[in-house]
């Protein structure tokens, strides 16, 4: 039987502490890659169900125990022409360098690994963002735009880094409060 990381759940203290930076080595390459792995088999029915996981498109290495500026986010995306884009990021210690003044929510609110309790509410994120990390896929340091649902998900695995869970940002008086300007995805 295949072994599966077990996920931090936010009633730890740990997912909430900032983490460090990560060193650029073998052995947090090969986790980032283990935690890109995690989330393919996430994302298999069969799987999940067997080893009572949940789906996820993002993983934060303090998800898994690694208090360390390390994340990965990996799902795919099927396109109008029947073609299907893999979205696979693999970062070490990002770092958001621009942001949109745009911002943009998920009309089903986010989900994460770590929470298993409901919060409903729109949390908003910048439109689109550029991130300067050590790409795992490219071997070097680079810098990703990414805009919508893709810098989405970026911005939620890295507030992870900083201790900051998804329902942090739902306004608490109006959890569905609309703002103007915002795109709802
Ligand atoms: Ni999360």
């Known amino acids: 039987m295949k072994k599966y990381f077990k996920i931090v759940k936010d009633n730890s203290n740990s997912i909430r502490s900032k983490c460090v930076d990560a060193n650029i080595d073998q052995e947090t390459i090969d986790l980032v890659n283990s935690m890109k792995d995690y989330l393919i088999d996430s994302q298999n029915e069969e799987i999940r ?3 009572h996981m ?8 303090p998800q898994i125990g690694k208090n360390i500026r390390a994340l990965v986010v990996y799902y795919e995306e099927p396109q109008e022409d029947g073609s299907v884009k893999i979205i696979d990021h693999r970062l070490i210690n990002p770092k958001i360098i621009l942001e949109s003044v745009k911002e943009a929510y998920l009309s089903n609110g986010e989900g994460c690994l ?3 309790d409901e919060h409903q509410g729109y949390v908003y994120r910048k439109y689109k963002i550029q991130v300067k990390a050590y790409d795992v896929c490219l071997k070097k340091e680079n810098i990703i735009t990414a805009y919508g649902f893709e810098a989405i998900v970026l911005q939620h695995e890295i507030d992870h880094l900083d201790g900051i869970l ?3 940002h739902i306004n608490k008086k109006d959890p569905f409060l609309v703002k103007d300007g915002a795109v709802r995805l």
């Open 114 to 116: 770590s929470v298993d």
């Open 49 to 51: 169900n067997k080893y």
């Open 54 to 61: 949940r789906e996820g498109v993002g993983l934060a290495a």
């Open 166 to 168: 998804f329902y942090d």
